[in-house]
């Protein structure tokens, strides 16, 4: 496998009434992980990139971290940094984030 982890942040865009993740609010999350991921070193091992719909626009901006299949929602760019620390380089979900389908 090339990546450890992978991250997929949903950045598609749909019209109201649904939320959803959109594209301006995705891209800054990519962009923030990407930084996040640079910032520790961890550029070649994790992933993080834009995806398509996730199917959790009610719960936008969520993302879906890979291998596990962990999804996340209502995730802002504050949250990054404990999503890379706790999740990407230790193994531990954040709760709160998590979403349980």
Known sequence: ???KKHVFICTNQ???PKKSCGTERGLELVETFKQELTKHGLQKD???Q???CLDACAFGPSL???PEGTYYGNVQPSD???IVESHLIND???ER???NF
Do not use: C, N, S, W
């Open 80 to 82: 990054v940094a404990e």
């Open 97 to 99: 984030l998590k979403l």
């Open 14 to 16: 749909k019209d109201a």
């Open 92 to 94: 531990q979900p954040v």
């Open 64 to 66: 879906v971290v890979y």
């Open 50 to 52: 834009r995806a398509g």
């Open 46 to 48: 994790i992933r993080a």
């Open 1 to 3: 496998m090339k990546f």
